[in-house]
T-cell receptor, first 113, second 114 residues
């Protein structure tokens, strides 16, 4: 199993550009989520999905969209990048809604200038 | 929502046991306590979780007090590779029915010293 994979590893955007961060898992997990981590801070939940076709907002959803057309993939879209979205983004998956064990991807470092 | 309190930093000598405390005085009866760690800039790594009883796995032991208001993560023989930020987390509900999140605070930065 590859686990949770994320692409790209690094990205630099200009203000106003849009892009999609990719996340995929091969463990057949129903629950997937996106977090952001700012320097010196813990992780904050952006969006999550409890299964294909079902998504919902987390703590900091503004400026981001998600979709879940398959169990495996959970892309995160930045609609119009802003410097405040400079952060490290982590995708995670877990086999059940009790969140007993989340598997995290390696992260995407995004800089918006 | 249950909140957790952890010391911001701790040191531990290599080869000794590392005991990381966590307070969660508002935890409800059916809430699990989870521990994760984050090594440098990597994605967080699951360590262990528990409800009432003490738990042990190949990475660590989790001791939960009888009143469940605090817990301690024990790394029995700390190595330099255990240097990381350790997060103690209690699940909190989301707006979606039956949905929960794990809220990662700032954690405890554990430094294992040679």
């Amino acid at each position: 199993n590859a686990g949770v994979t994320q692409t790209p590893k690094f990205q630099v955007l200009k203000t106003g550009q849009s892009m999609t961060l990719q996340c995929a898992q091969d463990m057949n997990h129903e629950y997937m989520s996106w977090y952001r981590q700012d320097p010196g801070m813990g992780l904050r939940l952006i969006h999550y999905s409890v299964g294909a076709g079902i998504t919902d907002q987390g703590e900091v959803p503004n400026g981001y969209n998600v979709s879940r057309s398959t169990t495996e993939d959970f892309p995160l879209r930045l609609l119009s990048a802003a410097p405040s979205q400079t952060s490290v983004y982590f995708c995670a998956s877990t086999p059940d809604l009790l969140l007993r064990e989340q598997y995290f991807g390696p992260g995407t470092r995004l800089t918006v200038t | 929502d249950a909140k957790t309190t952890q010391p911001p930093s701790m040191d531990c000598a290599e080869g000794r046991a590392a005991n990381l405390p966590c307070n969660h005085s508002t935890i409800s009866g059916n809430e699990y306590v989870y521990w994760y760690r984050q090594i440098h800039s990597q994605g967080p790594q699951y360590i262990i979780h528990g409800l009432k009883n003490n738990e042990t796995n190949e990475m660590a032991s989790l001791i939960i007090t009888e009143d469940r208001k605090s817990s301690t993560l024990i790394l029995p023989h700390a190595t330099l590779r255990d240097t990381a930020v350790y997060y103690c987390i209690v699940r909190s509900p989301l707006s979606g029915a039956g949905s929960y999140q794990l809220t990662f605070g700032k954690g405890t930065k554990l430094s294992v010293i040679p």
